[in-house]
């Protein structure tokens, strides 16, 4: 009898230490560990015309679904003669991923754009803050979208844009 109580005793000793044990370990990740980076980089050169864009993007989920991130634009355009602009700035991208496949997105744009129109014997200069807020919506296939987005602060004077409709193609990695 002795034996079984020991025995006994020695297994709800060691059932309640087992149970105290902590099971779970918290993952430890750092807030860039499962940050996305895309973004774009265009490059055209033609007879007296020069285009230069890079856009790098940062992308952080927030939930399954939805995410947020920041960019940075540069662009420089050129045709010798004519016109030449610069133009960078900043941007604030959010998705959101309603069902898999569609990706719906806003993004708010903020660049300083330098202009210089070309006019025999001189040349005027047109510089300041353009604002674009663009509504998307495109298709997504594991980290590539392709889409349209809309300009709703567009204006026909305001020499960024030559419309408010664009294409786009993001990919994220």
Do not use: H
């Amino acid at each position: 009898m002795k034996k079984i109580t020991f025995s006994l005793a020695c297994l709800l000793i060691a059932t309640i230490g087992s149970a105290q044990q902590d099971t779970y370990v918290p993952k430890k990740t750092n807030f860039f560990s499962d940050v996305m980076f895309g973004g774009g980089l265009g490059l055209n050169f033609g007879n007296e015309f020069t285009n230069i864009s890079v856009s790098p993007t940062a992308l952080k989920p927030i939930t399954e679904n939805f995410a947020v991130g920041l960019g940075a634009q540069f662009n420089y355009l050129k045709s010798k003669g004519y016109y030449e602009s610069t133009s960078y700035g900043v941007n604030i991208l959010t998705t959101f991923n309603p069902i898999e496949m569609v990706q719906l997105s806003a993004e708010l744009e903020q660049l300083r754009v330098n202009n210089k129109i070309y006019y025999p014997a001189t040349y005027v200069s047109n510089d300041f803050w353009n604002t674009a807020l663009f509504l998307g919506a495109g298709y997504t296939n594991q980290n590539v979208t392709v889409g349209v987005r809309y300009n709703v602060l567009y204006k026909d004077s305001n020499l960024v844009y030559n419309q408010a409709w664009m294409p786009f193609i993001r990919v994220f990695f």
